[in-house]
């Protein structure tokens, strides 16, 4: 029977969440609506189906999402819902529609992509590498302070959608990894809508919403993003203190903290928490187009070298391509003659650009004029791609 490969017809939504349905038995049918009805960025072409005959048998999709690296920002092709129904797998359908996807994210404008997993070797043949990506946990403090006068602490409610989209995008402006939202974005992938979402907590100083906080409370507390208007930084350690506090309540001990390396946040982890452990998750990330990437990051890497007047060359050679940068003290500009080269997996030339790791971290020798540009160039920072924005 013929097999075709092709994007979805809007006729056909009902039976792609079939598909999901019978790959992924434990998900709720209704979770995977919001792929079509909750992202504003949807198009049909980013759901890819495989057809036996007039059956669709597996699907794959893509999430369009602007991704920040300091004041500019790259187009992410977020990878999900890689599902084949039973009788139909271990025939090459996902891995056709796989490369169907980077096809088009190649032909979309997409810059990179990302997607989670369990089974790496599977996408590993196919371009993407593991990106380690570190998380905490800790114990929580037996003796907990009294709550602070100054903030009001109250459960996020309907009409707080405005407000959170402000305070979001006032505390990540510039902070690379994080994705660029909107009201339309919280309201449908959220799911605003059809419920608030669950265990999100918001500070209020002379009733003005100045921060918020989501922490899933089961049984365990996880601390997945904390948001906060810049001059109300101390609504942090109050927001903390009564997620641990509720925590505390249900004989709950330890906290997972998916979270930034920011001096704020790390201050008040530090005050209410101890026996900190780190955990490594690795994402994988696949470049899709080099060149076009490096040129929107350019006015990003010039105002940095201006900042502090560097110069200097280097050259970093990928799987995918080579670049060469020239910074003049004023500005980075292309140049092909550009030494000395570095080279670079795809995964450590992203992680640089979103400041995961620094150029001492990268495992090739190289000269210490060019670590001292790649430092200038790509600093470390408290990156982070909050858990909101999973796919």
């Known amino acids: 029977m013929e097999v075709t490969f092709r994007a979805i017809r809007p006729e056909e939504m009902e039976m792609c969440l079939d598909v999901w349905d019978a790959a992924f038995e434990e998900t709720p049918r209704e979770f995977f609506r919001k792929y079509f009805t909750g992202d504003p960025w949807f198009h049909p072409e980013y759901t890819r189906c495989a057809f036996v005959g007039k059956r669709m048998v597996s699907a794959v999709q893509i999430v369009r999402r602007e991704v920040r690296v300091g004041q500019v920002t790259l187009t992410m092709g977020g990878i999900a819902n890689v599902g084949t129904v039973p009788a139909y797998r271990s025939k090459g359908y996902s891995t056709q529609l796989l490369k169907d996807a980077i096809a088009v994210m190649e032909r979309e404008g997409f810059d990179f992509s990302m997607l989670f997993t369990g089974i790496h070797g599977f996408y590993a043949r196919l371009g993407w590498e593991n990106l380690p990506v570190t998380i905490m946990s800790a114990e929580i403090r037996q003796e907990l302070p009294a709550p602070e006068g100054g903030y009001r602490i109250r459960p996020l409610a309907d009409t707080d959608l405005e407000a959170l ?48 906080i989501v922490a899933p409370l089961g049984e365990s507390l996880s601390i997945t993003e904390v948001g906060w208007l810049p001059a109300y930084a101390e609504c942090v350690f109050t927001l903390m203190l009564h997620v641990l506090r509720r925590a505390r309540e249900r004989e709950i001990s330890q906290v997972r903290l998916h979270l930034p390396r920011d001096p704020v946040l790390m201050s008040v982890a530090r005050a209410l928490l101890h026996d900190f452990t780190w955990h490594e998750e690795t994402p994988m990330v696949r470049l899709i187009r080099l060149q076009p990437l490096v040129n929107k990051l350019l006015p990003e890497l010039s105002r940095r070298v201006q900042m502090v007047g560097a110069k200097g060359t280097v050259r970093l050679r990928l799987p995918t391509g080579t670049m060469g940068l020239r910074a003049t003290g004023d500005e980075v500009v292309r140049d092909a003659q550009a030494l000395p080269e570095v080279v670079l997996t ?14 001492e971290e990268l495992p090739e020798p190289s000269p210490p004029q060019a670590r001292a540009l790649l430092n200038v160039l790509f600093p470390r920072q408290p990156a982070v791609y909050w858990a909101w924005d999973g796919f």
């Open 165 to 212: 989209c402000t305070c979001y995008e006032q505390c990540n402006a510039g902070r690379s990894f994080t994705v660029v939202r909107s009201p339309a974005y919280l309201r449908g992938w959220i799911g605003w809508d059809e419920r608030t979402p669950e265990d999100v907590f918001v500070a209020e100083a002379a009733g003005r919403f100045v921060g918020y």
């Open 346 to 359: 795809q995964a450590q030339f992203m992680g640089l650009v979103m400041g995961l790791i620094g150029a």
